[in-house]
């Protein structure tokens, strides 16, 4: 469990006040946002990265705690820090192995002169020590080191297994004061993991941190699993599972590891989704030939049809509001997308540009949707406006599909399957700008993943 000890200003996190007592430093300033985030970090990430110095986290004196050591730990956590802001793609971080070890003096007092002299335009520094109830305590500062000033302080009362956390939340402050922009390290991800052959793959559900850490397997592969995706609170994975012809829709309880079934049919039913309020869930069935999409209660329940159109209508996703619904349908003759309002009506195209549509899902901003394009062979993710303009391409390969977005709508996830006969899947991430494409490291074949929101 990580316990943010108290709040302060704009901050989700602060250090206790006797935490502040014990490093004796002035409040940070508050955070600021810009008005436009998305040119922000555009514009940004046309020019040099920033260069941020994070040396290991210091520690008052050496103690083991549950098997961990925290000088190890500081250093660590560091480690974590700059692999969070490097993937994002607007800072080049000097880590832990590229510069000196801090002492506890100078966790708030640096020497300013020496990362000037690195070139760094800001320093994080920070402490690990044991509370002595067999947790930690995990400090973090944010310096300008041209200003010496600090930008940025938390802290968080741990226990041991939960230093990742703390990192994320560490690199989510940075993240956030340097760029204006909302956080979304400490996030997680649930997807598919397949293994096996291509014609006969075994499917089945995975969850891990945004950057791949504390994976674990959550289904054991005797039934297909597909479709995960995490309620808004993240206590439970909506998900389909097939066994034996049989259809259903399970929403699985993570915290307890229990399931319970939501709808089951002799129909091909899939694409499970989340309303924002996690009270109801959309998906779609296949009935006497034609695929219509479905509302129905989280508790269970009859489930609502919303359209009747002829041929295959899927669901997508609701918008961040909760009032309409983008999804995608081949009613004009090849699959599109259409929006219409939680109860089905106004159901309108809004995608017109040459290729098909799929996979539509808006981001939590409420200013994006982002999509599958199919066209020329290949499978490429894009996003458009919610009326259906600004259409940019962000991928380019052979087939890149299903797209899910951060929680602060600035980055966008997706899986990517080579060609051949092997075929094998494997998840990828994209920023805005279509610049910052990286591979996740996954133990398995990876496809279908879920970006939940910024872990409470």
């Not at 829709?249 to 499970?272: C, H, M, R, W």
Request: glycine fraction near 12%; aromatic fraction near 8%; charged fraction near 20%.
């Amino acid at each position: 469990m990580l316990r943010p000890i108290t709040l302060t200003l704009a901050l989700a996190f602060a250090v206790t006040p006797a935490l502040a007592q014990e490093v004796n430093a002035p409040a940070p300033p508050a955070i600021t946002s810009t008005s436009e985030p998305r040119e922000t970090i555009e514009g940004t990430l046309s020019q040099d990265r920033t260069v941020v110095a994070i040396p290991a986290l210091a520690t008052p004196e050496v103690q083991n705690v549950a098997g961990l050591r925290t000088d190890s730990l500081g250093r660590q956590i560091a480690e974590v820090i700059a692999s969070d802001l490097e993937r994002s793609g607007l800072y080049a971080p000097l880590g832990p192995g590229s510069v000196r070890a801090i002492t506890m003096g100078e966790v708030t007092a640096p020497r300013f002169a020496d990362w000037q002299a690195r070139n760094a335009e800001n320093v994080v520094h920070g402490f690990v020590r044991a509370n002595g109830t067999g947790g930690l305590i995990v400090g973090c500062y944010l310096y300008d080191t041209a200003l010496g000033s600090e930008l940025v302080r938390q802290g968080f009362e741990i226990q041991p297994g939960d230093w990742r956390r703390a990192a994320h939340k560490c690199a989510d402050a940075i993240y956030s004061r340097l760029s204006g922009e909302a956080p979304f390290f400490d996030s997680r991800v649930a997807y598919v993991a397949e293994s096996g052959p291509k014609g006969n793959r075994t499917k089945r559900l995975a969850i891990m941190d945004s950057d791949g850490g504390n994976h674990r397997f959550i289904t054991n592969g005797q039934a297909l699993a597909i479709s995960p995706r995490f309620s808004p609170d993240y206590k439970k994975i909506v998900y389909v599972s097939y066994l034996n012809n049989r259809v259903r829709v399970f929403i699985y309880d993570v915290t307890a590891g229990t399931q319970k079934l939501v709808t089951e049919s002799g129909n091909t039913t899939f694409a499970p989704r989340w309303s924002p309020d996690g009270r109801q869930i959309l998906y779609s069935m296949a009935v006497g030939g034609n695929t219509d999409i479905y509302r129905v209660s989280a508790d269970g329940g009859t489930p609502v049809r919303l359209t009747s159109a002829p041929g295959i209508d899927v669901g997508g996703s609701f918008s961040p509001d909760g009032r309409k619904i983008v999804f995608e349908s081949d009613r004009s003759g090849s699959q599109q997308l259409y929006t219409m309002n939680i109860d089905g009506s106004d159901q309108r195209r809004i995608s017109f540009g040459g290729g098909r549509y799929a996979t539509p899902e808006w981001s939590p901003r409420g200013d994006l949707i982002a999509f599958t394009r199919l066209g020329g062979g290949e499978f490429r993710v894009g996003v458009m406006t919610p009326s259906g303009g600004g259409v940019r391409m962000l991928t380019n390969s052979w087939q890149d599909e299903a797209p899910t977005w951060s929680p602060n709508g600035r980055v966008i996830q997706f899986f990517r399957t080579t060609p051949g006969r092997e075929g094998k899947s494997s998840l990828w991430q994209v920023d805005l700008t279509g610049v910052n494409l990286r591979r996740l490291p996954t133990p398995q074949d990876g496809s279908d993943p879920s970006w939940g929101p910024i872990l409470p």
